[in-house]
């Protein structure tokens, strides 16, 4: 009885013991962690052994590159290091350098060839005379041998070239041989040196008999050929090359081959290109050219146009497109006719332009009425479009997406219209309420939009705001509108105007500058102002105050260019911390002046500017901005000569295009930076 109890006992203890115990599991398999290796190769080696490297190297781990412990050789060549491309000629390591893994590597051996000498042997016992050898040869390496020689030629021979055996043929000017001597002769070959003439067709037809000659002695080439001209052509002489000029009559050349080739030369045949008036009156003179050869059409016509027309350019057929200015046919004919086309004066005369602007391309072109229409353009400015859609109203501002697909235009005392299809149709956003929108500016992508509403006055004791004053802010191409206000911080109890002028925008709408022309009777209090956050907040930045008339800004923001009224032109290359003034003594624009608006290319680097009742102004300015060169574009001769009252200036992402209105005036475009213009509205 009392055995049993103590195995039971027993049996119970052992099971509370085994029960306490945890069986352990099994863990997931740990990941192999990565390792890399390094292989050298001999790269070329005739004999030694390369270095081994058998270390498994973990990633960033250090390694030491070995040098040549296997004395690698290569005949003619000298070791020279490690890289890690087989064909690199600079060692990118050498023995003991190190640098941090990152995954496995082979490393080739880096060989230079060494030098050598080449001696020349006269090669026959009627030569005389010496040749310098050559002692900078390089194995490996191409040299150019001697065209000519300074041994005395055998009674009755020519030198032919060199060759590497006294009875081998010319090897030509450049030698390289394949294996490596420390020294090497090349033997003069001497001879009568007959050769033949081939010749080719360079694109005619048929075939020309072949021509003898002799090394040495001038040839006379045919005069003639009987191959058969490419149309349009006639033949003018041989060449050496297929589009080598005509070598004239006697051939010698310098450099013996036993046979060489010689190319037709052909040129255009002289043609006629007579006008037609397609519809207009009068005559135009023809005007002879060559084919084969581009010729620049008349940029104007004599023609008078049919009425409410103005000419456009010329076309191969009456009812053809406009070809560019320079011609070149690709089929002969003895006259070639080209017609006059002309486009209706769509925005012929003077006209109330208010604003103006363009694609990054300057290709597509838009500007705005007061009192009248949209107009587009989409060829720079050669033909438009009256946007009659968008309605007759007194329209201030417009920009332009990069592609000049998105546009928007401002009414004064109205509302903002964006269009999504370069101008075809419109939108009204009344979600931006009814303003003065002078300025406007568009993202590259059209997405965000800045505008600026005048009109901002009040008592500064009072603390009395007029609300019409504003910036207006859009992130989704105008469909809705947030508001962004700017005080003044002026203690006077005088009545101020806060006029609110201009805006510019960075491409990707992040950076902003927008100019007021803040005045009272007698006291100018406008700041210029700096949003680097799409406008949420904004500081000022130029510490003095002026009648600020227009700002302009590169694509990233960080060059912007502003202009006084009555003032001068500034610059700042630091997003609008340090400015420069570039109307000091002594500059093309120096002195005061009533500058009306500016524009600036993407880069910064190109600008231009107006002068209200004044001129054009282009400058280039360096990348830093210290420096700048200015050119006066209404100068005597030009299409914007003398004083004009312009009104708003556009320029392309390059700098090389600019359109420009005039109140009441003209519309003008350049594509050379301001050299030449176009009146567009003749």
């Known amino acids: 009885m009392l055995r049993n109890a103590y195995s039971t006992l027993s049996l119970a203890l052992a099971l509370s013991l085994l029960a306490g115990c945890k069986v352990p599991t099994k863990g997931a398999p740990s990941a192999p962690s990565t390792t890399y290796t390094i292989t050298y190769d001999a790269n070329g080696a005739t004999s030694g052994t390369v270095p081994t490297d058998g270390k498994q190297y973990r990633a960033n781990e250090s390694v030491t590159v070995q040098g040549n412990p296997g004395s690698l050789t290569r005949v003619g060549w000298i070791f020279r290091g490690w890289a890690t491309t087989e064909a690199a000629t600079t060692a990118e390591y050498q023995a003991g350098n190190k640098f941090k893994i990152t995954k496995s590597l082979t490393l080739y051996a880096v060989w230079r060839g060494e030098t050598y000498t080449i001696n020349f042997d006269k090669n026959h016992r009627g030569a005389g005379g010496t040749q310098a050898s050559k002692n900078d040869a390089v194995f490996g390496a191409s040299v150019t041998l001697p065209a000519a020689t300074t041994f005395r030629p055998p009674p009755g021979m020519r030198f032919l070239g060199w060759a590497t055996s006294p009875t081998g043929t010319a090897i030509g000017r450049a030698y390289n041989p394949d294996v490596y001597s420390a020294t090497v002769t090349l033997y003069a070959l001497w001879g009568d040196a007959a050769y033949t003439i081939s010749f080719d067709s360079n694109g005619g037809g048929g075939t020309q008999t072949s021509q003898s000659a002799v090394f040495g002695t001038s040839v006379t080439l045919p005069t003639t050929t009987t191959f058969t001209p490419p ?27 036993a046979t060489v080739t010689l190319y037709a030369v052909w040129e255009g045949r002289p043609y006629t290109i007579s006008f037609n008036s397609n519809g207009g009156r009068g005559t135009q003179a023809d005007k002879s050219a060559v084919f084969g050869t581009p010729v620049t059409l008349p940029a104007t016509t004599t023609f008078t146009p049919p009425s409410g027309m103005r000419f456009l350019g010329w076309a191969e057929s009456s009812t053809g497109t406009v070809i560019v200015r320079t011609y070149s046919p690709t089929v002969y004919s003895a006259t070639v006719t080209f017609y006059a086309k002309w486009v209706r004066k769509t925005i012929a005369g003077n006209k ?27 060829d720079g400015g050669a033909t438009w479009t009256e946007r009659t859609s968008a309605g007759n109203k007194a329209w201030r501002s417009i920009a332009m997406s990069s592609n000049g697909q998105k546009i928007a235009a401002g009414v004064w005392g109205g509302y903002i219209y964006t269009s999504s299809d370069g101008g075809a149709t419109w939108t009204e956003r009344t979600s931006a309420g009814i303003g003065y929108w002078i300025s406007i500016a568009m993202s590259r992508d059209g997405t965000k939009l800045a505008t600026v509403s005048p009109f901002f006055w009040g008592y500064r004791a009072g603390r009395v705001w007029n609300d019409t004053d504003r910036i207006s802010l859009s992130y989704d191409g105008g469909a809705s509108w947030g508001r962004s206000i700017t005080f003044s911080t002026h203690t006077s109890s005088v009545k101020i105007y806060y006029y609110w002028r201009s805006i510019a925008m960075s491409s990707d709408g992040t950076k902003l500058a927008a100019v007021p022309d803040s005045f009272n009777s007698s006291l100018y209090i406008g700041r210029f102002h700096i949003s680097e956050n799409s406008g949420a907040s904004w500081s000022p930045r130029l510490q003095w105050r002026a009648r600020w008339a227009s700002v302009a800004m590169s694509s990233d923001g960080q060059k912007i260019a502003t202009v006084e009224y009555g003032g001068h032109l500034r610059t700042s290359y630091d997003g609008g911390t340090a400015w420069r003034d570039h109307s000091g003594a002594g500059s093309v624009i120096a002195g005061d002046r009533t500058w009306e608006a500016i524009a600036m290319s993407s880069d910064g680097q190109k600008i231009a500017a107006m002068v209200e009742d004044g001129h054009i102004y282009t400058g280039t300015v360096s990348e830093d901005g210290s420096t700048s060169t200015w050119t006066d574009r209404s100068t005597a001769g030009s299409a914007i000569a003398g004083n004009k009252t312009w009104e708003a200036i556009a320029m392309s992402s390059d700098g090389q295009k600019i359109a420009a209105v005039v109140q009441h005036g003209h519309l003008y475009t350049s594509s050379d930076e301001g050299a030449t213009w176009v009146d567009r509205s003749k």
């Open 231 to 257: 149309s349009g052509m006639r033949f003018l002489g041989w060449a050496e090359t297929s589009s080598g000029t005509a070598i004239g009559r006697a051939y010698n050349p310098d450099v013996y081959s």
């Open 352 to 378: 109330a332009w208010r604003s103006i602007a363009m694609s990054s391309d300057g290709q597509k072109i838009a500007a705005v009425v007061r009192g009248g229409h949209i107009y587009t353009s989409s």
